[in-house]
């Protein structure tokens, strides 16, 4: 059969359109994101780049912490300035004992510090100093002490548990008597257990006949407590897996805090006022706690020393965690129970104090030395790094320690780029690593913008400041997020005297720890709007693949393993996204909604998934399973 010439024209017309739209259809569909077995570079990835950040900041220590009373010596309580206040909702650090019209604060006589409370009891009726806001548990436990003493032994005192009932009145929940005050103060103790539950809870001292009584360093603790933390608080940074903890902050440098006041008996520390925070620090933490809170949840102790406190003190708090029995603070450490040394490796020369400060500078050579005249082990980091700082003092240094607030990832990379050359120019500097002491996409933020940090948007942020730590492996080995618990929304995790909620922010770093891998791979390029890394074990049996989606929409993923074999291939993934898939970057974890941000874990059977909206996600890969 013949075929006409215009007929055959528009054959080939519909052949070239129907090329033409195969062609298109390639170049619409993104290619598979190709791993590459070889290494990105000779670095390897360390676990102490998902490290974090503790300082005493307003609610973040006390609300890890198990004390249940706040302004325990009575020394008053400081609203926080409004230009660091969020919601207005109290915290711990807001209670304040009552009624007022029952005591004073008396600022002569006091067990220890400035103040204590006088309580004038009556004949007529009982006399109660009562602390609200409290959480207390059916069935757990409850530590109370304090100092005590009376002009008369004939006082009876009591401490009792209550909680408001639907008429408006109160019920006793516990209730314990304590010894007839003596003239002199005597630490009294009691145990209650409450035969209720209540988040409303109220604890009271009640004076019970005529006379006075002057009352001292109050406390209430849940006799679950773990060396005085928090055990849910424990349970949920043990989970997620920091391996390096960093001690330090604005109240160290420039600051009031002195860890020498902060040792030894709880009740003889003398509280301090944080200026920078604006707040009364009851010093119940200091440094023998923090480094038991490192080791409960298993990570490294990273100490900033305050430079404002001179060398020879630096040097005594090496010798405090560091030192033997045998030795002058070594042995202070023993007798305040804790026998063994610490052993903190990392030290930081002040906190963000100019690398362009001659007197900084100069000063750090006497730290230096004294120092590690007391351990030359020690791995010591520069404040903010110059080029001033490695000339004198890079070959004693063993890190430099920028800080990056800021979502400008280019910046920060430049700031990697711009040091690397600067250690690879001076002398004797070649040894010198990078450790991000601080990070996090803002810091300056007030206001409703700083919320921004509480939000799935703001995790997203810090999985890609992570993927940029991961790539730059080589160069930087620590890297601390701040902050860890509260800190104006900061933290990774929220408390309230009830529980633990766990931020967006939370589960990113715990998918990091929990999966990355220590050889950073080469990847090929990834889907528009999605920023990965992969990394695999030495063996190249497992590859990690995390995937950051910024956008509101799904992206569709395959992977190209085929440098590993044709045996390797997904095996599951974890994804941090909104369980309600609203594609909303502002949601957040709420008390009442605790995990509408969450981890969702699912089995791959393919080599293709959708990475969800906003979303972050680790691909595992590794040897296939025949065996269904």
Request: net charge positive; with cysteine.
């Amino acid at each position: 059969m013949s075929v006409s010439k215009s007929g055959r024209k528009f054959a080939l017309i519909l052949l070239l359109l129907s090329v033409w739209c195969v062609c298109r259809r390639a170049e619409a569909a993104e290619p598979a994101l190709k791993i590459f077995a070889k290494p990105l570079h000779a670095g390897r990835i360390n676990p102490m780049l998902f490290g974090n950040f503790i300082e005493l900041l307003d609610n973040l220590v006390p609300g890890m912490w198990a004390e249940m009373l706040n302004d325990r010596g009575f020394e008053g309580v400081i609203p926080p300035e409004k230009w660091v206040y969020y919601d207005g909702a109290p915290t711990v650090c807001d209670r304040q004992w009552g009624p007022t019209g029952d005591w004073t604060s008396q600022t002569d006589g006091a067990f220890n510090g400035p103040r204590c409370a006088r309580v004038v009891g009556r004949e007529s009726h009982p006399i109660g100093l009562t602390q609200s806001g409290l959480f207390v548990q059916h069935g757990s436990r409850y530590r109370f002490s304090g100092y005590l003493r009376s002009d008369r032994n004939s006082l009876r005192v009591q401490v009792i548990l209550k909680a408001p009932l639907p008429d408006g009145r109160f019920g006793e929940l516990a209730t314990a008597d304590l010894p007839a005050p003596s003239t002199s103060w005597t630490k009294s103790t009691a145990e209650l257990e409450p035969s209720g539950e209540s988040d409303r809870a109220v604890f009271e001292l009640r004076v019970v006949g005529k006379g006075t009584l002057w009352a001292d360093k109050l406390s209430l603790l849940p006799l679950d407590n773990r060396l005085g933390w928090r055990t849910d608080v424990v349970a949920a940074i043990k989970t997620a897996r920091p391996a390096i903890i960093r001690w330090g902050g604005s109240a160290v440098d420039p600051g009031q805090y002195r860890w020498k006041n902060g040792i030894g008996d709880r009740d003889r520390r003398v509280p301090f006022t944080n200026i920078n925070w604006g707040r009364i620090d009851s010093n119940d933490v200091g440094i023998d706690e923090f480094c038991q809170f490192c080791t409960l949840v298993d990570a490294q102790p990273l100490v900033c020393v305050s430079f404002s406190d001179g060398a020879a003190s630096a040097a005594d708090l090496v010798q405090y965690c560091n030192g033997s029995a045998a030795t002058k603070w070594g042995s202070r450490r023993a007798a305040n129970g804790h026998a063994a040394p610490y052993a903190v490796k990392y030290w930081q020369l002040g906190n963000e104090i100019s690398g362009n400060d001659e007197a900084y500078i100069k000063k750090c050579r006497d730290f230096i030395r004294v120092m590690k005249e007391v351990d030359p082990t020690i791995a010591i980091l520069s404040s903010f790094p110059s080029q001033k700082v490695l000339d004198v003092l890079g070959r004693d240094l063993a890190y430099l320690a920028p800080h990056h607030y800021t979502r400008d990832l280019a910046a920060c990379e430049a700031d990697f780029d711009n040091l690397s050359r600067m250690i690879a120019r001076t002398p004797g500097c070649r040894h010198l690593r990078l450790a991000v002491t601080e990070w996090n996409f803002t810091a300056g933020d007030w206001g409703l913008a700083r919320g921004k940090m509480l939000t799935l948007e703001g995790a997203i942020l810090n999985a890609r400041y992570l993927n940029l730590l991961c790539r730059h492996c080589d160069r930087v080995e620590i890297a601390c997020r701040s902050n860890m618990t509260n800190s104006f929304c900061s933290g990774i995790i929220g408390t309230n005297p009830a529980g633990v909620l766990k931020r967006p922010s939370y589960h990113v770093m715990k998918l990091y720890a929990d999966h990355v891998l220590p050889i950073p791979l080469t990847i090929g390029h990834a889907p528009a709007g999605v920023d990965a890394i992969a990394c695999a074990n030495e063996s190249r049996q497992r590859i990690a693949v995390f995937a950051v989606n910024s956008g509101n929409k799904p992206v569709e993923v395959s992977l190209d393993l085929a440098e590993f074999g044709g045996e390797t291939g997904p095996k599951f993934v974890e994804t941090v996204c909104d369980a309600l898939d609203m594609r909303q970057p502002d949601v957040m974890n709420h008390w009442s909604r605790p995990n509408r941000v969450r981890t969702i874990r699912t089995k791959l059977s393919g080599g293709e998934l959708a990475l969800p909206a906003l979303s972050v996600s680790v691909i595992i890969c590794g040897p296939r399973d025949h065996s269904n």
